[in-house]
């Protein structure tokens, strides 16, 4: 999969919108469609990249998208997730997977140093 300039543009754009109103997203971007069902897990931690809430959140989600293009071209399961910690303020990019169950997503999330995992058919954050 490879996402060109213009398409990151427009997916940055979706992605910052629904962070805005949602305070976070979990978004396909194989299928240009956010995720709906499932837990989603930061799966590579080392990617994570923390933002201030500064209203440069479709710049911040640009650079995000440039920097993790490899791993979302590689993992067929990997999205793209967004959350407003609303503790410190701060918006935290991910490459997550979903997972079925909560057990195995709270215990992968443990494993990542995870603050939270999140269900999104219930739309709860779920603090570990």
Known sequence: M??????????????ARRTSEYGGT??????DLPAWFGYAVAEYPD????????????????DFLADTRETLAADTL??????????????????????????????RGREHGEIAIYCLHESKEIRL
């Open 2 to 15: 490879y996402i060109t300039e213009h398409e990151t543009n427009l997916i940055s754009g979706t992605i």
């Open 26 to 31: 979990t978004y396909n971007p194989r299928t």
């Open 47 to 62: 990617l994570c990249k923390i933002v201030p809430n500064d209203g440069q959140i479709i710049e911040h989600i640009s």
């Open 78 to 107: 990997a999205h793209v997730g967004t959350w407003l910690n609303t503790d410190d303020d701060q918006i935290y990019l991910d490459i997550v997977r979903l997972y079925k169950d909560e057990q195995e997503a709270a215990q």
